[in-house]
């Protein structure tokens, strides 16, 4: 299983770096994570945009369904339903919350709830997570076929 550091690592030069998504807990059961509430993610009210709500929660349903899947395995979103409940203000950090609805072994749903630091419901997302097979040049070649290898 990957770890955390090494997640954060990868996802630091993408756009859930970008946005600023931190890691706080990572199992097959479970993705936490913190976003600061910047006033570049806000709307011109100073409230957290949806569509940055939309981004948060699409991330770390797809770190949950990575943990879940079988190397040689890729992911992408096939739908998503976000329900807006509450807004986060900018200067605030919100907390999402992902955990599975169903693992199987082609799609996985994660349901996100975010919220913020004081435990506001701000907003509840599902989606579903397409397992695709990694393309050959994503996967680890044989080691008879690296370069050297006798």
Sequence with gaps: MLSMETMDRHIAPLFPGLIGVKLVEMTPERV????????????????MHGGAYMAFADTLGAIGTVVNMERGKRTTTTDSSTKFIGGAK?????????????????????????????????????????ILEAPASHQPEPPQQRAGAQ
């Design 32 to 47: 936490v994570a913190h976003l600061a509430v910047r006033p570049d993610l806000c709307t011109a009210g100073g409230i």
């Design 90 to 130: 900018s200067g605030t950090t919100v907390v999402g919350e992902s955990i599975p609805l169903h693992r199987g072994r082609t799609t996985q749903v994660w349901q996100t709830s975010i919220r913020t630091m004081e435990g506001k419901l701000c907003a509840v997302v599902t989606q579903t997570q397409l």
